[in-house]
């Protein structure tokens, strides 16, 4: 039997011990967590519902866990209520409780009368209604980390105080940790304490601090609470102001704002202690999870909100004892940034086009760093008519490119994804890349440009990431992301061909050739439902391509009708609408995988699967609105999937979206409906 890693996690805080938990329950006891303990005076709030399923799933296990451990009450399920006091904040509430509802959290929509029933402190004349959620509610950090670590000691971990000074590396991995006192050797060490700075690494992390205070005895709870208990209202929360309000047995905790129009009892209740709550926060607001891209062994378990702890930590231990997580981490992953995008939503990257774009009156957008056109026109419908009756161009530069190169490619590439690549130089291939459980990863476009090179287009940086780690140690494969020097242009459309006669008409081919005088490599694709290219070049000559293309007619269009095109033509978005929690077969991606190719990473798990076996489907449906998104399906009157996408498509005259639903719902023509800020719209699978 291998020997179990030494793991080293530094923060013993509720996350710190959370993970050592969960890696002593799987059977990795020689873990060592470094660094003081969990401090008292955190609000403890819990709200699981979150745009984010993930998330949603993270909390879910955190209360079931929390609410089971021994000793003194860890949480307490008091539940929580947010309340609107503006008809826009109850259509958000309205979304919010579809959210519930698509990722199975109980939760009501609630009238003024009966949030004051549910909180009497509440003042019901400024409250428009609330969302009422029952198993939200409290949780005390201290006692969940001390319980969390007891159990851990009971199974061999190792507790120290000192605070660790220094994260050891050697050979590009690490190597342990020391403080002040000793030196710890680990093959693994945990971040849960923003440690990335004592190894040298960059973690993309935004601090955020908010007041949080406590009241003195409030009459009103005289006799409502006991020590032991503490709380039994909902959490109140008013995202307009940003407050939230506890009971702290007769007293009230209060954070971010005071709005004492909607809780009177505020006006006359003097604060005696005031904390500063600080919490470590993202770009995107989402948590920090993974091994750093830069240090083997080094793994980041940070940004993470208490509400989260256990979640993460479960999904953290599963990933590294098992090799991969459950749940769908791609919004988590650390890898997920890159330099250029880790601190700023603005787009700080730029096209060789930009300037002719801006020039033309370009709405633009941000997408990992770069500035996206999204539309030209006043609305986006022209450019797509315009793209499916005669031909536009699209900039797909911010898409991510790598070059794979090396006597090693073709065997590396053929097994890392599910199609066969052993194919002539100048083929095109769509393939997909699949984890070890045959969950899908995401989807490639490869172009075999030489015996030994390949053009490989991805989904995004994560795609990059699971390559790079798993090249072969030999230096037969080389991967280098393309991306800052080259720019790509989509052209599409009936009329494609009559522009660009030079170039080749064979369905799914490539070759190095020029666009007039501009050397390009095209990619002969049809992502938007037509025929034409992917025309990438270096970045010095992309003006020239895009003058050339403007000198020959063609239109220019933005990524909303691009978006429009590709959701007409049964696109899907790794990420959006699939994840690693998905196989092939329930993603109608089936036709995409090569079983009878040889080995590649996940085919071992894909046996005995077909599409006739799922019992789940990824299906297109089509409404008379258009949907955002994560809204929960009803069939039959019960709920019984979710939204993963919609939009309108400009020519065709209607909306679609995306959905999961169970097979038995997933034939065309079914009908369902859809819960759109409250009411139930109708739909049917197309």
């Known amino acids: 039997m291998a020997a179990r890693p030494r793991v080293a996690v530094i923060g013993a805080g509720l996350l710190g011990c959370a993970l050592a938990d969960e890696l002593t329950e799987r059977g990795w006891t020689d873990v060592t967590v470094l660094g003081g303990g969990e401090p008292d005076g955190h609000p403890g709030l819990v709200f699981r519902t979150h745009a984010d399923r993930t998330l949603t799933e993270f909390a879910k296990y955190t ?30 509430l309205k979304r919010r409780h579809g959210w519930a509802t698509s990722w199975g959290v109980r939760a009501y929509l609630r ?49 120290a105080t000192e605070e660790v000074v220094a994260v050891e590396r050697a050979g590009g991995r690490v190597t342990g940790v020391a403080t002040a006192a000793a030196r710890f050797r680990a093959d693994v060490v945990v971040s849960c304490a923003d440690a990335g700075e004592l190894a040298g690494l960059t973690v993309p992390r935004v601090p955020l601090t908010h007041e949080y205070r406590i009241t003195a005895p409030v009459p009103q709870l005289a006799g409502d609470n ?62 920090l999870l993974g091994e750093h891209p830069e240090l083997d062994g080094f793994w980041v378990a940070e940004a993470v909100r208490a509400e989260h702890s256990a979640g993460v930590a479960r999904e953290l231990a599963r990933w590294l004892v098992d090799g991969q997580p459950s749940l769908a981490l791609h919004g988590c992953d650390l890898a997920r940034f890159t330099r250029s995008s880790r601190f700023t939503a603005e787009p700080v990257r730029t096209s060789p086009f930009h300037e002719r774009q801006a020039a033309l009156g370009a709405h633009f957008g941000s997408v990992d760093g770069w500035a996206r056109p999204e539309r030209y026109s006043a609305e986006a419908r022209a450019e797509a008519l315009v793209a499916r009756e005669r031909v536009a161009m699209f900039d797909l530069t911010p898409a991510p490119r790598l070059a794979v190169t090396g006597p090693g490619a073709l065997p590396f590439l053929q097994a890392m994804t599910t199609g066969d690549l052993a194919k002539a130089p100048g083929t095109v291939t769509e393939t997909l890349l699949l984890g ?11 172009a075999r440009l030489g015996t030994e090179r390949f053009h490989v287009g991805t989904g995004g940086r994560l795609d990059f990431d699971w390559l790079r780690r798993h090249l072969p140690g030999d230096g037969t494969v080389q991967i280098h992301d393309t991306t800052p020097g080259t720019c790509c242009v989509g052209l599409w459309g009936p009329l494609a061909d009559t522009v660009l006669p030079e170039l080749s008409t064979t369905d799914c081919s490539t070759e190095e050739t020029c666009v007039g005088d501009v050397p390009v490599v095209a ?39 691009f978006t429009s095109l590709r959701l007409e033509a049964g696109g899907r978005t790794p990420g959006v609408d699939f994840t690693t929690e998905h196989d092939p077969y329930e993603a109608g991606l089936g036709d995409a995988v090569q079983l009878n190719k040889g080995y590649f990473l996940g085919r071992d798990a894909l046996a005995g699967r077909s599409a006739e076996t799922v019992s789940r489907r990824l299906v297109r449906l089509t409404t008379g609105i258009v949907l955002q998104g994560k809204e929960p399906v009803y069939a039959e009157g019960r709920a019984a999937g979710y939204v ?6 400009y020519t065709v005259g209607h909306a679609i979206a995306h959905a999961w639903l169970p097979v038995e719902y997933s034939a065309p023509g079914t009908p ?5 800020f409250g009411e139930r719209v109708p739909g049917r699978v197309a």
């Open 63 to 92: 209360v079931a866990k929390y609410g089971g451990l021994d000793g003194q009450w860890c949480f307490n399920p008091v539940g929580s209520l947010e309340v609107a006091t503006e008809p826009a904040r109850f259509e958000e």
């Open 111 to 159: 009238t003024p009368h009966e949030c004051t029933d549910l909180h009497p402190l509440l003042d019901g004349t400024r409250v428009l209604g609330g969302l009422h959620v029952p198993g939200d509610g409290l949780l005390h950090a201290r006692r969940a980390a001390e319980a969390q670590a007891r159990r851990a000691k009971a199974r061999g971990a190792r507790f």
């Open 226 to 287: 006991d020590e032991h208990v503490q709380a039994g209202k909902p959490v109140l929360r008013h995202l307009d102001t940003g407050m939230y309000v506890r009971e702290h047995v007769d007293r009230l905790g209060v954070g971010v704002a005071v709005a004492a129009e909607l809780v009177p009892a505020l006006r006359y209740a003097g604060f005696e202690t005031t904390t500063t709550v600080a919490l470590a926060g993202t770009p995107d607001g989402q948590p």
């Open 436 to 446: 070890e459980d045959g969950g899908l990863r995401g989807c490639l476009t490869v």
């Open 523 to 561: 990619l002969r694709l049809s992502t938007v439902g037509e025929l034409g290219w992917e025309l990438h070049t270096t970045a010095d000559f992309g003006r020239r391509l895009w003058d050339t293309l403007r000198d020959r007619g063609v239109v220019v269009a933005g990524h909303q009708a």
């Open 644 to 649: 993963t996408s919609g939009g309108y498509g």
């Open 672 to 676: 369902v409906e859809i819960a759109y």
